[in-house]
């Protein structure tokens, strides 16, 4: 029996991402992102949001269908990310993907986005092994999580109490008046600076903190006073050096918590996602760390860790080889769903 024929919509924040997968092939990978409409705020104006995917949903199908070169009829299901997300985004994402499964007669299958953010790696290196410790970092989640089965049975072990690590590298960004979104930015900045020029500090790593939780908004601080004391100065503000402390302090927490959890857990392979495993410091790092502790890491190329379509149609392929039973036609969006 072939593999199951899958589209995915994304909406749960600024891109209108539409996937189409065979199985753990991608045929189809279409985005429209508002990013740029949201850039002059400094951060996600969920209306404006909203209102972008509306006008990018069914071009942006029409554009993965072309691509892949399939016909509607032909799908063996339609997947949609149900949660957690910007609630008015969500909507238009699961409002287009019941449509479209309901007008064709095929299967509609909500799926976390959290998880679809761990299972598009399948696309790029093969079948997940089970089970698989992710640590997805972005704009709005930092998050471990420990996933037996990937279609039913993914779990959060710690997460951020404050501010997402993509969401501290945006402010910095700010801060050094870099461009939005920051993460970007501060990586290419980096590049010229001293990651070891200032000490900024690693938010719960005392002892007695929670082993697998977050916290950037004490680092974040910390750099905001650094940069304002030595504009009070009159002094120039070494920017490449500042990202360079900043990024390798956030590189730090992460990668150590992640190896951390392997190795409590007994699990050995440790997966990266979400925007902000694009960044090459912490690439690196992740790389020396989990070599150092014998763990396999994988982490998809950049255009797969952002937010996509392809990664909800490759959880959606999952679901349908294994069975799992459909969503109800009264799906709806969850902002906070839970994984
Ligand atoms: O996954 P994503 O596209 O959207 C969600 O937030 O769900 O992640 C976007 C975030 C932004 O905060 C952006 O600054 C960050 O990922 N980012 C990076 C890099 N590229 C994108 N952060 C650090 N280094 C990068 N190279
Ligand atoms: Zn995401």
Request: proline fraction near 6%.
């Amino acid at each position: 029996r072939e593999e199951p024929l899958v589209l995915g919509i994304e909406t749960s924040c600024d891109e209108t991402g539409v996937g189409i997968v065979r199985g753990r092939t991608l045929l189809a990978d279409a985005v429209a992102s508002s990013v740029d409409e949201h850039a002059r705020f400094g951060g996600v104006v969920p209306e404006v949001a909203s209102r972008a995917h509306l006008e990018a949903m069914v071009p942006t199908i029409e554009r993965a269908l072309k691509e892949a070169g399939v016909a509607p009829r032909d799908l063996d299901g339609i997947a949609v990310t149900a949660g957690p997300g910007l609630s008015g985004a969500l909507l238009v994402g699961v409002s287009a993907a019941k449509a479209y499964a309901y007008a064709l007669g095929k299967p509609l299958y909500g799926v976390n986005h959290l998880a679809s953010h761990i299972c598009v790696d399948q696309l790029e290196h093969g079948p997940l092994p089970e089970p698989t410790m992710a640590l997805l970092v972005s704009g709005g989640h930092s998050s471990l999580l420990l996933a037996p089965d990937i279609t039913s049975d993914v779990r959060p072990l710690g997460a951020t109490i404050d501010d997402a690590a993509g969401e501290a590298f945006d402010k910095i960004a700010r801060v050094l008046g870099l461009g939005f979104p920051g993460g970007p930015f501060i990586d290419r900045a980096a590049l010229e600076g001293d990651p070891k020029a200032i000490r900024f500090p690693r938010g719960l790593t005392g002892p007695r903190d929670a082993a697998y939780d977050f916290s950037f908004s004490g680092l974040k601080t910390s750099v905001a006073r650094w940069v304002e004391a030595r504009r009070a100065a009159g002094e120039p503000v070494p920017v490449a050096d500042v990202a360079a402390s900043f990024q390798e302090a956030v590189a730090d927490v992460l990668t150590r918590k992640a190896v951390r959890a392997c190795k409590d857990n007994g699990v050995g392979h440790l997966m990266i996602g979400g925007g902000v495993a694009a960044n090459s410091r912490l690439r690196a790092m992740a790389q020396r760390r989990c070599e150092d502790a014998g763990i396999v890491l994988r982490v998809p190329r950049p255009g797969l860790c952002t937010d996509n379509g392809a990664m909800v149609a490759a959880l959606g392929a999952e679901m349908v080889a294994r069975g799992r039973t459909p969503s109800a036609w009264d799906l709806s969006a969850d902002s906070s769903l839970p994984v």
